[in-house]
């Protein structure tokens, strides 16, 4: 789903966390679709998995927002 809003030109930051079993160091990315993100902590694009804990994307994010256009009008 996420991808879909990406393609309608939608923009969407996902916060994810290194290990969440561990103490928490939780950050914002942009999602970029097929499991990527625009990494501000490295400064790169990457896979969120394996670099964040999770078997999936779904699993590795821990909140997303989601801005989409609108009609003007």
Do not use: S
């Not at 996902?14 to 097929?34: K, L, S, T």
């Not at 993100?37 to 989601?66: F, S």
């Amino acid at each position: 789903k996420m991808n879909q809003y990406i393609m309608a030109g939608g923009f969407i930051l996902v916060q994810v966390d290194f290990n969440p079993d561990q103490a928490m160091q939780p950050h914002w990315c942009r999602y970029i679709g097929g499991g990527e993100v625009m990494d501000p902590w490295y400064g790169d694009i990457a896979k969120l998995t394996p670099r964040y804990r999770g078997k999936n994307a779904a699993e590795a994010i821990m909140r997303a927002v989601i801005y989409r256009r609108v009609a003007k009008g």
